[in-house]
């Protein structure tokens, strides 16, 4: 507490060392998270936003009372504040922003709603929540670093008006797309260009190849013309971080890994062919639920892309 008592009267300048305290404690946690020991998980999506919320609602508020809304006022803008610097440090691209931020806003709520209770309930014990926040993020990254992937499955399917050899015909390679319109592609999402194939049946070589490089995928089941089936030996960085600087930061390589892809070829009774195409992919990010669900949108943007261009080249070939 005597610690607190010394912080500036002055609302403006409390304001201000509030989120400078704050920002200089997340900000080495993060870097140290990212760079030190390569964790994208619980401890840097949920509990720094967190420690954001708490740590800047307690600073701010201490011998005084906060409505909830200046609560969240200080919160989100240490918040905005960090994120800036994530940005100019060259920690992070505007895309993994972005889609953090829908919890990373929510977390940082929350902790600005647990700094008040604090503040009004059990306001001596400030100190102690605050270092308590603090050591959580560094003991979480360690204790969660080694834990395993879960494998994800995503499928996603059309019916094309053309027999299925045809179709077959342009599954196994076909030719340079247009430029993607849609936003997620854009926005510097990898996305597919082209494929071509090297030899035929089981061991073959198929490339498909993107706007950052190429997915390597040896054949591991070649029944033609019902299902091609392929591992992924290597595959390109999935995205282009959008940024100041040039980043390479450390989830554009090997945290996001697609293991296995196959396309499924079904006859249908009135000339046409059922075109399914699966993927599946481990991606070592955390909460698992919340990045699984942008990381579906994803894979389905990609599937969606590459699906009705094998549509619209199978049927012009009627």
């Not at 196994?172 to 494929?195: C, L, N, T, V």
């Not at 392929?230 to 595959?235: A, H, K, N, S, T």
């Not at 599946?280 to 990045?291: D, V």
Request: hydrophobic fraction near 45%; include cysteine.
């Amino acid at each position: 507490m005597k610690l607190l008592n010394k912080l500036p009267t002055e609302p403006n300048k409390r304001r201000w060392t509030a989120i400078g305290i704050t920002v200089l404690l997340a900000t080495p946690l993060t870097a140290w998270g990212i760079y030190g020991i390569g964790e994208y998980g619980v401890a840097l999506f949920i509990l720094t936003p967190l420690l954001i919320g708490i740590v800047s609602t307690i600073l701010f508020g201490h011998g005084r009372t906060l409505t909830k809304m200046e609560a969240a006022k200080i919160s989100f803008l240490t918040l905005l504040i960090f994120t800036i610097g994530l940005i100019v440090f060259a920690m992070e691209g505007l895309i993994c922003i972005a889609m953090a931020a829908p919890i990373g806003i929510l977390l940082t709520w929350i902790g600005s709603l647990i700094g008040r209770t604090t503040l009004n309930k059990t306001p001596d014990s400030s100190l102690t929540i605050i270092l308590l926040t603090f050591l959580s993020v560094p003991i979480t990254a360690f204790t969660e670093r080694n834990s395993e992937t879960e494998l994800f499955t995503v499928s996603t399917s059309l019916v094309i008006d053309a027999n299925i050899e045809t179709v077959w015909t342009n599954v196994i390679e076909f030719p340079r797309m247009d430029e993607p319109q849609e936003f997620i592609f854009k926005a510097g999402i990898s996305y597919p260009i082209d494929s071509e194939i090297k030899g035929t049946g089981k061991g073959a070589i198929r490339y498909c190849n993107f706007n950052t490089g190429s997915f390597v995928e040896p054949i591991t089941e070649w029944n033609e013309p019902t299902l091609l089936r392929f591992d992924v030996l290597e595959q390109p960085e999935p995205m282009t971080e959008y940024s100041l600087w040039d980043i390479n930061a450390p989830h554009l390589h090997d945290y996001f890994v697609s293991e296995h892809g196959e396309f499924k070829l079904i006859e249908l009774p009135n000339g046409q062919t059922q075109l399914v195409g699966t993927t599946w992919y481990r991606h070592n990010i955390k909460p698992g639920a919340y990045w699984k669900t942008w990381s579906d949108w994803i894979i389905h943007s990609i599937h969606n892309r590459v699906l009705n261009h094998i549509k619209q080249k199978a049927e012009n070939a009627r």
